[in-house]
């Protein structure tokens, strides 16, 4: 019978990002697969992780695909852009934390690519008078990973309802947190 590498993947992608810290045998458990094969397919855990990163970057690329990025007004595309990446933001906050990944000369240029499409959507916001220029687009794109990431978390420990995913991130990278006074 041939391994399933997606299903391994996506099922160890579920594991770590409820326990980041999940061995191997608890990964081929959740897997349904030997620790053996494990083994075979993943020397080690960072050979798994470099994996995920694989795996996260590809659905990362897809949501900004189907967000249409350059498409009507920016603040738009953020909301659609943090609706496409919804199912992926576990994977991405346990990614997010992998701090091997974003270190030294072995960083996949995936990132780079992600980080600067992402940007480029702060830059047309800000050209269209939408978004504060005050704020640079790497700092917008990092404060959109930090709420992806805190939100993912937050819904995975049953502190919000994921139906609230969206609305919750957009609105507060968006609007900010400052309660504006009424007209």
Request: proline share 3%.
């Amino acid at each position: 019978m041939a391994l399933d590498r997606d299903h391994v993947l996506r099922s160890a992608a579920t594991l770590l990002t409820r326990k980041s810290t999940a061995t191997m045998d608890e990964v081929a458990r959740a897997a349904g697969i030997s620790r053996a094969t494990l083994h075979r397919h993943f020397a080690g855990r960072d050979a798994l992780v470099r994996a995920l990163e694989s795996l996260g970057i590809a659905e990362c690329e897809a949501a900004l695909d189907t967000a249409r990025l350059d498409e009507g007004p920016a603040s738009e595309a953020v909301r659609r852009l943090v609706r496409a990446i919804e199912p992926a933001a576990g994977l991405l906050a346990f990614l997010y934390t992998e701090n091997q990944l974003f270190e030294g000369e072995e960083q996949n240029q995936g990132w780079a690519r992600i980080d600067e499409r992402i940007a480029a959507l702060f830059r047309r916001g800000q050209a269209a008078g939408e978004f504060r220029i005050d704020l640079t687009p790497a700092w917008l794109t990092e404060a959109l990973y930090g709420l992806l990431a805190s939100a993912a978390w937050a819904v995975s420990e049953g502190r919000v309802a994921p139906k609230d995913f969206t609305h919750m991130i957009a609105e507060l990278l968006l609007g900010g947190a400052l309660r504006r006074e009424e007209p």
